[in-house]
């Protein structure tokens, strides 16, 4: 029997992805014909993807939402916040795609297990935004070393990590 993906869910992943794909739009009038098209069939891959729960697929819809982004910022000057907010824009949108297939095929979500997964996304889209402007400012700020990236990046991922490991033993 197929079972559908979780409707709230699913439509907010999918209404996220169709965000990203107006900013990268939006990021660049000058260029809205040629990244429409990309962005229209990231957004369709995305939403033919949720509903078939099959994430491979909308993860490359992401992707080419992502590559409108960067198509419409090359030859302009970096602004790494709008850039981090994208990524975490795209980052929920995973999120609650991956959600809402969960959701079509687990009985056993609780009322509480799904506050702690909302708590877990919210934790990990929130954690994203600061550490990828961090990574992003010592990236352009032409450090000597590369050695503060790395430890902001290796930090932030493993408590990323251990974020999770903590939600997949609850």
Known sequence: MRRWPEPRSAAAGVASACAGGGWAVAASPRLAGALVPL???GALLVAGATVARHLPTAAGGLGLLGLAYLAGRAGRPVSVLP???????LLLAAELVALSSELA??????????????????????????????????????LGSALPVVVAGGGGLLALVGLVARQARR
């Open 39 to 41: 962005a229209v069939v």
């Open 83 to 89: 850039a981090a907010g994208f990524g975490c824009l």
């Open 105 to 142: 095929v687990r009985s056993d979500w609780s009322g509480r297990a799904l506050v702690e997964r909302a708590g877990a996304i919210a934790a990990v889209v929130g954690g994203a935004l600061p550490l990828a402007w961090l990574a992003g400012e010592a990236g352009l700020a032409r």
